[in-house]
């Protein structure tokens, strides 16, 4: 299995980012999958995730500002964020049965 997200940056709060991740080493299409964040000197916590079929939820801090989607003929997931926080600076992972990529950093700051 391996994830690879991209799409962090710097960001002012308010703004929006679009992060990615590419998936390979398993069938996508099969599993749920899962945007988690850590942020500095916190704990790994779930943000949001999407089934199979497209159903999806979310974390009650990001409810009706971010969205999850994904794209299982490229073996790709998203995480649209909008209206962001400086709360939301973290690290940015997507995960799949237990296996995480290398996070992307997300900023929110003014």
């Known amino acids: 299995v391996q994830l690879v997200e991209s799409g962090g940056g710097l960001v002012p709060p308010g703004g929006s980012l679009r992060l990615s991740c590419a998936a390979s080493?398993?069938?996508?299409?099969?599993?749920?999958i899962t945007w988690y964040r850590r942020a500095p000197g916190q704990e790994r916590e779930p943000v949001a995730t999407?089934?199979?079929?497209?159903?999806?939820n979310y974390a009650d801090s990001v409810k009706g500002r971010f969205t999850i989607s994904r794209d299982n003929a490229k073996n790709m997931l998203y995480l649209q964020m909008s209206a962001l926080k400086s709360s939301d600076t973290a690290v940015y992972y997507c995960?799949?049965?237990?296996?995480w990529g290398q996070g992307t950093q997300v900023i929110v700051s003014s």
């Open positions: 995960g799949v049965m237990g296996y």
């Open positions: 080493g398993f069938t996508f299409s099969d599993y749920a």
């Open positions: 999407i089934g199979r079929l497209g159903n999806s």
